[in-house]
């Protein structure tokens, strides 16, 4: 495994969610609010599990990484 080429595309891939965050915040405005992300707020306490974000961000890194990392 060239390690080289993982540290670029992981750097990259950083530099655009960044970039994204940064100057485009409404492309990512459906994490945390899918069906199945658990949010549950009482009065001295807020707990939020991303189940869905997670498992949608999962497939599409995965898809990325398969895309580049073809053998």
Known sequence: MNFS????TVGLLLLVIGLVMNYAPWLVNW????????????ENSFFFFP???M?????????II???FKH
């Open 55 to 63: 498992i949608v961000v999962s497939i599409v890194f995965s898809i």
């Open 66 to 68: 398969n895309l580049f």
């Open 5 to 8: 080429k993982l540290f670029i």
């Open 31 to 42: 994490f945390g609010k899918l069906p199945g992300d658990i949010r549950v707020e009482k």
């Open 51 to 53: 189940i869905t974000s």
